[in-house]
């Protein structure tokens, strides 16, 4: 806006002023209108939007700072110039509260109004831009994803970049982390919308059964083929071919694809001639694929063909607070599906949720949601509805082995039974006297301990050696992540402390080096 054409109201009730006004202004070129009341400048400014407006202070029915507040509450955020002929520092200080980026006085120069007419259009214009990247940035939904950690944000500006393209995308990520959703949001988001999105698991698919299901058969091409079939390269032809667990191919079926991605033909089984396929590719595994290549599990030139554009999916553990926001999504959706009364977490049952690794991803919290809606009811999920998993995690303390069984008792042999018929008289012999016993020999007196060495004298740390808490708590943080290969949740788990608190003062640490 700012060196552009504007539209600038000016309140003002005196005409003189206000022709003065529109006098100094229309070497600018902007669009100009003039309200002589409180009431019209509200009015105006909800009709017309301008991107400035210049208020007069005393008015004939209520004031400028009246007329600001009720622009406000209406969520104007035009930009507001207060002027008047009773400049104080009350004045300027209560326009500044109520809203207008600056004060000029009456009577002013047009200099003096030009240039501050200026800024105030430039800071409109700056802020609307921030306001708009902030929400760029910070969206907490996009093509079905729900977060608005940095992890996510990095995804959804991928995905939005590689969209518009016809590069192959290779998507990688732990087992339920949402490949397939970031496939069709690539899907969606492009030039390919309106086409087909075929999606085929390479893992689920007998090995016999992959090219059919890929390349298609025709009728009689193999025992059991009564009918011509149409391959997913046929059915995604104009869209998006989506291959998940492109890493269980086998190295034959490997080549005939590697034949479909380079030229765009491939030939349905037991056909006599190639046929042509539009399809753009995206694949995606939970391995490595680099490693799979090194190991000889994966095709070289496929995977330089296939891997053009990567899009890692981060793993639940690392998204923050997006566990809360995906767990009080699937919260809703589930009471909504099972007629319960579920709206929200308790703060106890939050934490416990947030503290949980989930090797399981978002998939494993939607089975526990749905669990704990099945199972209970209620407004709140309290922590005692947890399954025990989360529990044991959140306390602090590993499940205990089961104890074995106690071995079974020995089973001692029948004891023989003695038949007495008569008891014959004895003479029993008198007891001897026992002699006294010896006396004791006396006890051998120990040595006396040798003295403990006295410890060293250290001297307390002067004061100016001491170092901010912060600075060495991060010093030590950082210490623990290279002593453990950056592994996160390792490094929280030899400090005693949540993942979590790692990952927001990673994130902290890093928006101050950008700052600074």
């Avoid at 000889?296 to 999916?313: A, T």
Wanted: hydrophobic share 45%.
């Amino acid at each position: 806006m700012a060196g552009a054409a504007a539209r600038v109201l000016i309140v003002e009730d005196t005409p003189t002023q206000a022709e003065v006004a529109r006098a100094l202004l229309r070497d600018l070129g902007h669009e100009i209108r003039v309200a002589e009341t409180g009431t019209a400048a509200v009015e105006q400014t909800l009709a017309w939007q301008p991107d400035a407006i210049l208020m007069d202070i005393e008015l004939p029915d209520f004031s400028g700072f009246e007329a600001m507040r009720r622009l406000r509450a209406a969520g104007i955020e035009t930009a507001i110039i207060v002027v008047t002929a009773h400049g104080s520092v009350n004045h300027a200080v209560e326009a500044m509260r109520e809203g207008a980026v600056d004060f000029i006085v009456k009577p002013y120069a047009k200099t003096r109004l030009t240039v501050t007419l200026q800024n105030a259009l430039e800071k409109r214009a700056l802020a609307t831009e921030l306001r708009e990247v902030k929400a760029q940035l910070t969206r907490d939904r996009f093509m079905g994803f729900i977060g608005g950690s940095p992890a996510m944000q990095a995804v959804y500006r991928t995905i939005e970049s590689v969209a518009a393209s016809r590069a192959n995308v290779f998507i990688t990520g732990e087992s339920g982390t949402g490949k397939e959703l970031a496939a069709e949001a690539v899907h969606r988001a492009s030039p390919r919308r309106a086409g087909p999105f075929i999606a085929l698991n390479c893992g689920a698919i007998p090995r016999d059964l992959l090219e059919s299901e890929i390349f298609g058969h025709v009728k009689g091409a193999f025992s059991g083929a009564t009918d011509n079939r149409l391959g997913a390269a046929k059915l995604a032809d104009g869209g998006t071919l989506f291959l998940d667990e492109i890493g269980e191919l086998p190295l034959d079926m490997q080549v005939k694809l590697l034949r479909f991605v380079q030229t765009g033909s491939y030939q349905p089984v037991g056909a006599s001639k190639p046929e042509k396929g539009d399809v753009r590719f995206v694949s995606a595994t939970n391995r490595d694929p680099w490693a799979e290549v090194e190991a000889g599990r994966f095709r070289e030139d496929l995977y330089y063909r296939l891997y053009v554009v990567p899009v890692e999916m981060p793993p639940l553990r690392a998204r923050g607070a997006d566990v809360a926001l995906v767990a009080r999504h699937f919260l809703a959706a589930f009471a909504k599906e099972e007629g319960k009364r579920f709206r929200a977490f308790a703060r106890e049952a939050e934490a416990a949720l947030a503290s949980y690794p989930w090797p399981g991803n978002v998939r494993q919290l939607q089975n526990v949601i749905r669990n704990i809606v099945v199972l209970h009811d209620g407004e709140r999920v309290e922590v005692a509805m947890l399954p025990p998993m989360l529990l044991r995690t959140a306390s602090g303390r590993a499940p205990l082995p089961a104890a074995p069984p106690p071995p079974p008792m020995p089973v001692a042999p029948p004891m023989p039974v003695a038949v007495v018929t008569r008891l014959e008289p004895q003479a029993w012999p008198e007891p001897e006297e026992e002699a006294p016993p010896p006396p004791m020999a006396p006890m051998p007196r120990l040595p006396e301990p040798a003295p403990e060495p006295a410890l060293p004298w250290v001297p307390p740390p002067r004061i100016e050696d001491f170092q901010p808490l912060a600075e060495v708590e991060k010093r030590y943080i950082l210490a623990a992540l290279d002593q453990v290969g950056q592994d996160v949740p390792r490094a929280a788990s030899v400090l005693r402390i949540n993942p979590s608190t790692i990952y927001r003062k990673l994130q902290a640490w890093r928006a101050e080096d950008g700052a600074g």
